[in-house]
Nanobody, 127 residues
């Protein structure tokens, strides 16, 4: 079992920055691929970014590429999402997700393939 707790959300003006954190419980954190998804009101939950369990590869949605950076610190059981140049369309609840990564070669962008989820943190970008 992995428990995930997100933090760092808030209200920011367009063009501003936020850094989200996701703290994970469990001693096997370093074995999990980690991801960020987001869900805006009335929309489906969508993939934002993910990082492999060793940290050697990251993947980003086209909509955030070049603006968001995901990283992980296996010593602290934490992943981060640095969000720069925020836009109003980035407004959503952001969710951290985890899936055992050692048996997977690639990174899944499909929400149904992720095993564990946090409770989410609200990000609101004003224009």
């Amino acid at each position: 079992q992995v428990q995930l707790v997100e933090s760092g959300g808030g209200l920011v003006q367009a063009g501003g920055s936020l850094r989200l954190s996701c703290a994970a419980s469990g001693r096997t954190f370093s074995s999990y691929d980690m991801g960020w998804f987001r869900q805006a009101p009335g929309k489906e939950r969508e993939f934002v970014a993910a990082i492999k369990w060793r940290g050697e590869r990251t993947l980003y949605a086209d909509s955030v590429k070049g603006r968001f950076t995901m990283s992980r610190d296996n010593g602290k059981n934490t992943v981060y999402l640095q969000m720069n140049s925020l836009k109003p369309e980035d407004t959503a609840v952001y969710y951290c997700a985890a899936v055992l990564g050692q048996t997977r070669g690639g990174i899944s962008t499909t929400k149904y393939e992720w095993s564990y989820w946090g409770q989410g943190t609200q990000v609101t970008v004003s224009s």
